[in-house]
Antibody
Framework: QVQLVQSGAEVKKPGASVKVSCKASGYTFTDYYMHWVRQAPGQGLEWMGWINPNTGGANYARKFQGRVTMTRATSISTAYMELSRLRSDDTAVYYC????????????????WGRGTLVTVSS | EIVLTQSPGTLSLSPGERATLSCRASQSVSSSYLAWYQQKPGQAPRLLMYGASSRATGIPDRFSGSGSGTDFTLTISRLEPEDFAVYYCQQYGSSPTFGQGTKVEIK
């Protein structure tokens, strides 16, 4: 079964970091770019960046540069998103989402999503 | 950054009716790089359309998309009970951005 399974909900204090995982199964992990998208409570969707699981190369939305790091572990088909210096407005559901393109190029739209990881930032 | 504005915010319709959702971009979206997603409560978004008018795999033909430049439309020809949800447009001609969503609710 083709799916992305994300790690469980997290509660963090302001200033802390959080690392969310996304385990791929049912397809070749390194064949598709992975993106991260977040959704604050009752709000819309916000793109955070992408990682190339084949090379490890990553690119981040300007808003998150300096605070976000996307990595992967190919041996376990898992992508990670770490966000540091958390603030209350980082409270959101964080999704990993697979790009529809292939290993060589992205299409920049997403056909397979994880179920999301709720990160709550509260003192 | 391209800002996408969706209208209306909420659409109240009955099953069997036609739904027309609008997505307007603050600047032209190159090559009609626009996608639509459906999201139901507690679920992840689901890809419906890409390239403004191409249906994603498994999407029924009651869903159609159109538009170019700055104005795009998602049409649901006859609403089924499972179509009541929030719909988001996304442009990917430049760094991806999403609209704020249109909720299609049962009247």
């Amino acid at each position: 079964q083709v799916q992305l399974v994300q790690s469980g909900a997290e509660v963090k204090k302001p200033g802390a970091s959080v690392k969310v995982s996304c385990k791929a199964s049912g397809y070749t992990f390194t064949d598709y770019y992975m993106h991260w998208v977040r959704q604050a409570p009752g709000q819309g969707l916000e793109w955070m960046g992408w990682i190339n699981p084949n090379t490890g190369g990553a690119n981040y939305a300007r808003k998150f540069q300096g605070r976000v790091t996307m990595t992967r572990a190919t041996s376990i088909s898992t992508a990670y998103m770490e966000l540091s210096r958390l603030r209350s407005d980082d409270t959101a559901v964080y999704y990993c989402a697979r790009d529809t393109g292939g290993r060589e190029a992205m299409n920049w739209y997403f056909d397979l999503w994880g179920r999301g990881t709720l990160v709550t930032v509260s003192s | 950054e391209i800002v996408l504005t969706q209208s209306p915010g909420t659409l109240s319709l009955s099953p069997g009716e036609r739904a027309t959702l609008s997505c307007r971009a603050s600047q032209s979206v190159s090559s009609s790089y626009l996608a639509w997603y459906q999201q139901k409560p507690g679920q992840a978004p689901r890809l419906l359309m890409y390239g403004a008018s191409s249906r994603a795999t498994g999407i029924p033909d009651r869903f159609s998309g159109s538009g170019s430049g700055t104005d795009f439309t998602l049409t649901i020809s006859r609403l089924e009970p499972e179509d009541f949800a929030v719909y988001y447009c996304q442009q990917y001609g430049s760094s991806p951005t999403f609209g704020q969503g249109t909720k299609v609710e049962i009247k």
